[in-house]
């Protein structure tokens, strides 16, 4: 048996901040790797990061854990993570569970840079 992922990351850096692209489905199954990928790069030392939700059709509570993570190992190294261009149903999900209080989201992924400029 095999299981397909509906998860692909893509990532774009723009001088000092970098652009991250899911498409697909945040959930059970993809998050530990969202997870992975994300603290790989703050690791790094890519602590300014836009996540562009652009493409993700579906978020569980486990993608909500994945960008907690993320957003609380990038601030303890001194950089942010915003998100951006979040469909209505991700960002429904983003309102009712409070995380659009504990971190900035944006329409749009150029927004969302600029902020990092100020």
Do not use: C, W
Request: aromatic letters at 6%; hydrophobic letters at 45%.
């Amino acid at each position: 048996m095999s299981v397909e992922l509906n998860m692909q990351i893509t990532e774009i850096n723009h001088d000092q901040t970098s652009i991250v692209m899911i498409s697909g489905s945040i959930d059970a199954l993809t998050a530990g790797d969202v997870t992975q990928y994300l603290t790989s790069r703050i690791n790094a030392g890519e602590v300014q990061i836009v996540l562009d939700l652009s493409r993700v059709d579906f978020m569980s509570s486990a993608g909500l854990r994945a960008i907690l993570v993320a957003l609380k190992e990038s601030r303890k190294q001194g950089g942010n993570l915003y998100l951006a261009s979040a469909q209505p149903g991700v960002e429904r999900v983003l309102k009712m569970s409070g995380f659009t209080s504990i971190l900035k989201t944006f329409s749009s992924v150029e927004d969302a840079v600029a902020e990092f400029s100020i």
